[in-house]
């Protein structure tokens, strides 16, 4: 079998969770050692790793906010494997909380909204770099959301971190040209367990409102995000949308 990531090194921060763990699937699958971070999903990391295809990948236990651990794990990184090739951050957080309800959306959870969703993926390129640019052909893939552009989301703030990580890819993407791509994967309304936990009738709407008629399977995102490597060596700064036309709605 075909293995197009074989010998890269692929760090996915927050890839316990259902959209990390399907793309640490795919890389596997395509010959790719994987480095897992988790902040508390612990056991679902470990059983990932576990199940992953081929050998030498490992777990870590690095809060996406918390940048002196990410300097140590670059420092591990480098360690044992003098490089890295794809970094993937797709750690993330929000709570439903309706749009018109701003008292709800209190300061504290707009605080730990943008210092995951924003400064923690920051923070892992600022870790990363020299890693990425040893690589001879880094790329960084940011996992972020329609809700950046449509503005309707989980919350306002959750909306705007997204529009913000969109235009930091973009600014990333010029300031570490031509060493490191830098490019957004942008799902829309994914069908994960954190979804299926909301309103059925709120879920059932929203894939009636998308063109396709259904909601994304983290499946399809892993699938997208493995795509910016095998198949779009040329785009950088770019916000490649899986939504199923949610926005033409």
């Given at each position: 079998?075909?293995?197009?990531?074989r010998?890269?090194?692929?760090v996915?921060?927050?890839?316990?969770?259902?959209?990390?763990?399907?793309?640490?699937?795919?890389?596997?699958n395509?010959g790719a050692t994987c480095?897992?971070t988790?902040?508390?999903?612990?056991k679902?990391?470990k059983?990932l790793?576990?199940g992953?295809?081929?050998?030498g990948h490992?777990?870590?236990?690095?809060p996406?906010?918390?940048?002196a651990a990410?300097?140590?794990?670059?420092?591990?990184?480098g360690?044992?494997?003098g490089?890295l090739?794809?970094?993937?951050n797709c750690?993330g957080i929000?709570?439903?909380?309706?749009h018109?309800?701003?008292?709800?959306?209190?300061d504290?959870?707009?605080?730990?909204?943008?210092?995951v969703n924003?400064?923690?993926?920051?923070?892992?390129?600022r870790a990363?770099?020299?890693?990425?640019?040893?690589?001879?052909n880094?790329l960084?893939i940011?996992?972020?959301s329609?809700?950046?552009v449509t503005?309707?989301?989980?919350?306002?703030?959750?909306?705007?971190?997204?529009?913000?990580?969109d235009?930091?890819?973009?600014?990333?993407?010029?300031?570490?040209?031509?060493?490191?791509?830098?490019?957004?994967v942008s799902?829309?309304l994914?069908?994960t367990d954190?979804?299926?936990?909301?309103d059925?009738?709120w879920r059932?709407?929203?894939?009636?409102?998308?063109p396709?008629?259904?909601?994304?399977?983290?499946?399809?995102?892993?699938v997208?995000?493995l795509?910016?490597i095998?198949?779009?060596?040329?785009?950088t700064?770019?916000?490649?949308?899986?939504?199923?036309?949610?926005?033409?709605?």
């Amino acid at each position: 079998m075909e293995s197009p990531l074989r010998g890269k090194v692929a760090v996915i921060i927050g890839g316990s969770g259902a959209i990390g763990s399907a793309i640490c699937r795919h890389f596997a699958n395509a010959g790719a050692t994987c480095v897992v971070t988790y902040n508390s999903g612990e056991k679902a990391a470990k059983d990932l790793v576990a199940g992953l295809p081929g050998g030498g990948h490992w777990v870590a236990h690095v809060p996406v906010d918390d940048s002196a651990a990410l300097v140590a794990l670059a420092a591990d990184v480098g360690q044992k494997h003098g490089e890295l090739d794809v970094l993937v951050n797709c750690a993330g957080i929000t709570r439903y909380v309706p749009h018109p309800e701003l008292d709800a959306l209190d300061d504290a959870l707009i605080d730990d909204i943008f210092r995951v969703n924003v400064r923690g993926p920051f923070a892992a390129v600022r870790a990363f770099r020299k890693l990425l640019v040893a690589s001879g052909n880094g790329l960084v893939i940011n996992i972020s959301s329609i809700a950046g552009v449509t503005a309707m989301g989980s919350n306002i703030a959750y909306c705007a971190s997204k529009a913000a990580l969109d235009s930091m890819t973009k600014s990333l993407a010029r300031a570490l040209a031509p060493a490191v791509r830098v490019v957004s994967v942008s799902p829309g309304l994914v069908d994960t367990d954190f979804v299926k936990g909301l309103d059925k009738a709120w879920r059932d709407e929203q894939a009636t409102r998308t063109p396709l008629r259904r909601l994304a399977s983290a499946d399809e995102i892993g699938v997208a995000v493995l795509a910016m490597i095998t198949h779009f060596p040329y785009s950088t700064g770019c916000i490649f949308p899986v939504d199923g036309g949610r926005p033409l709605a």
